[in-house]
């Protein structure tokens, strides 16, 4: 049962786990029905307090009607997360033009789903007035996620002022930071400062690159004012693995701003947990197997039943699997891999 925008508004605000949830496919490349299963309750015995699904992490390639993967994808972890998780926020990765994307947004409401994260992928050259009335059309529908993806995985450059009049759309009910940019982000918390939706626009990093940074900042754009801006959670596709070591993470700087004292040692897990992301996404090699790079992870803890993608171009860059396995035997707190063994017959059942 879909909640009411009240209760979204406060679950979002207390800030939460959201992992961007990958697709399981089998040797021959076929959806995966158990193992995608399987992942919905790994990431809800985590502690994960949401899951987006049909997103980047999901393969936008399921959005092609050819493949007809976005309903029964959406079906099947919708349907996880209402009946046995229903403490989870649901949210539909939301793509294409306004008429695709207004589909999609009804096919989610009708399984569910309380919030659309919203790609503007599809309004690569054009104005900000056109992609507001995008937004503005897709909002009629279900509540918004809005969503700065960055350049290297098909977002685009969204100015302040693009922000600034998204705050004003009322059905906005967070917004994720993703374009790997400090200024950019600065911009997004600013429009909703300036806009004075502090209280009702929950602030969600996904800057793979600066998570805990994100986590730990307080934002205040006017001292005399005294108003305090914060990035209370994440959704994101470093969270979809490691997850339970995650929400120790997000407790921890969530902890650490409420005492207003950062602990030195909060520093260096942020520059730790960068370096892994770094493997993870593949960085070195401008994030050609961010993807592969998550369904490795989770296929060598049985999670997945392989690593495959969609795309069979699509896999682990030369020498990231090194790269992963250094960062996890160099850092072995930032994984959970004890606690996906201990639970996974339960998760597969």
């Given amino acids: 049962m879909k909640r009411d925008i009240a209760e979204l508004r406060n679950h979002l605000a207390r800030g939460q786990v959201i992992p961007a949830c990958p697709l399981a496919l089998d040797m021959s490349r076929s959806f995966d029905e158990r193992h995608q299963r399987a992942l919905v309750r790994y990431y809800a015995a985590a502690g994960a307090g949401g899951l987006a699904v049909g997103v980047h992490t999901t393969q936008f390639a399921i959005h092609q ?3 007809g993967l976005y309903k029964p994808v959406l079906e099947l972890a919708g349907d996880e997360m209402v009946h046995n998780h229903p403490d989870m926020v649901r949210v539909a990765g939301i793509v294409g033009r306004t008429s695709q994307a207004v589909r999609e947004a009804e096919l989610a409401r009708s399984l569910g789903y309380d919030a659309g994260l919203l790609s503007l992928a599809a309004y690569g050259g054009e104005s900000d007035e056109a ?4 937004c503005r059309a897709v909002a009629e529908v279900l509540p918004l996620f809005g969503f700065y993806l960055q350049p290297a995985a098909g977002g685009r450059f969204l100015s302040y002022r693009f ?14 930071i993703a374009p790997f940019n400090r200024y950019q982000t600065l911009d997004v918390i600013r429009a909703v400062y300036d806009a004075g939706r502090c209280g009702d626009i929950a602030l969600y990093t996904g800057n793979d690159d600066h998570i805990i940074g994100d986590l730990l900042t307080t934002y205040r754009f006017n001292d005399r004012l005294g108003v305090s801006v914060q990035i209370v959670g994440g959704l994101l596709g470093h969270w979809a693995v490691w997850t339970s070591a995650a929400a120790r993470h997000l407790a921890a700087c969530r902890a650490a701003r409420e005492r207003g004292v950062i602990p ?10 960068t370096e892994a992301n770094a493997a993870l996404f593949d960085a070195a090699n401008g994030y050609a197997g961010c993807i592969s790079g998550i369904q490795y992870v989770l296929a060598r803890q049985g999670l997945l ?3 495959l993608t969609l795309d069979p171009h699509e896999r682990l860059s030369p020498g990231q699997a090194e790269e992963i396995e250094r960062v996890r035997t160099a850092y072995p707190h930032l994984c ?5 063994s201990e639970h996974i017959g339960e998760w597969l059942s």
């Fill in 131 to 134: 992609m507001l009335a995008h």
């Fill in 264 to 273: 030195a040692h909060l520093l260096t897990l942020g520059s730790q947990v």
């Fill in 336 to 340: 959970d891999d004890r606690f996906v």
């Fill in 305 to 307: 039943a392989c690593d």
């Fill in 65 to 67: 009607a050819q493949l």
């Fill in 163 to 176: 922000w600034r009049s998204f705050c004003e759309i009322d059905p906005v009910v967070a917004i994720k």
